[in-house]
């Protein structure tokens, strides 16, 4: 077997950061002795994240077997999702401007059919992306950071009942805070703001179009935040149960938020 040394583009404090959060864990469970140290289970739960590898590849990497790369992974997994800022900390932290961004994103996913339904015998397809996966919705802040994920849900589901599913409609609202959308989202009321619908048959007028005009302006930096989060080659495409997608985004995120938060070197 060929073996060879690669490097984590990642600050050593993040990496620290993580080795902390395990560490603790760890003494917690009552559980110091592993076959790896705290430091390279947090190197491999990144590792996972960043790289995509799989848990036959991380194993044999970090000389563990393949169980036991899994059982590191998901138990890092869980460790930084708790640490992941839930919709209040995001709607709390929009700024003086109360203004935040609201979309929806495709995950793509290993079609599992163990999902279908007698409604819907295969949830997981998306029409919008004619793609499998999940859809995921995330508020952002007006410079393009990710401030929220919520729940991985099957991709048939449409932006808007995902977004009431997760209370995003009912947060932003009730704190007041402005929330540009797409027409995707059309009919959510409250503080949620979408471009004009064309009627049909018609055409905007002026008014109309620079309305949308600023309005598309205004939403631009979301798509910077979605390309961000999906420079986590791990989700290039998403082999792990549906039921866990939920976490590992979560995961992702907490990592995103401490990283941006340390000082450059």
């Not at 430091?39 to 077997?65: C, I, N, P, R, W």
């Not at 015998?121 to 992306?129: E, Q, V």
């Not at 808007?160 to 059309?186: F, K, M, S």
């Amino acid at each position: 077997m060929v073996t060879y040394r690669a490097t984590l583009a990642l600050p050593d404090a993040l990496v620290s950061w993580v080795e902390d959060l395990i560490g603790t864990r760890r003494c917690e469970l009552s559980s110091p002795w592993r076959a790896l140290t705290s430091f390279d289970q947090a190197v491999m739960v990144l590792v996972y994240l960043a790289k995509g590898d799989t848990f036959a590849q991380l194993g044999a990497h970090f000389g563990v077997s393949t169980d036991t790369a899994w059982r590191y992974v998901n138990e890092g997994i869980d460790v930084l999702a708790a640490h992941a800022p839930d919709l209040s900390d995001a709607v709390t932290a929009s700024g003086t401007r109360r203004r935040l961004l609201l979309d929806g994103t495709l995950i793509r996913t290993w079609r599992c059919a163990g999902l279908a339904t007698e409604t819907n015998p295969d949830p997981l397809y998306s029409g919008k992306h004619h793609d499998h996966g999940v859809n995921v919705q995330a508020l952002t802040g007006q410079d393009g950071t990710l401030a929220f994920l919520g729940e991985a849900r099957p991709g048939s589901t449409n932006d808007l009942p995902a977004a009431r599913a997760d209370g995003i409609i009912t947060a932003v609202t009730e704190a007041d805070v402005e929330t540009a959308a797409d027409l995707g989202y059309l009919g959510a009321g409250g503080t949620v703001r979408t471009p004009v619908r064309r009627p049909k048959g018609k055409g905007h007028n002026g008014h109309e179009k620079r309305a949308n005009s600023t309005h598309a302006t205004l939403r631009a930096p979301v798509e910077r935040a979605f390309a961000a989060l999906k420079r986590w080659r791990i989700l290039d495409l998403v082999r792990i149960s549906p039921n866990r997608i939920t976490d590992l985004l979560h995961a992702i995120l907490a990592v995103m938020q401490k990283r941006s938060s340390l000082p450059r070197a």
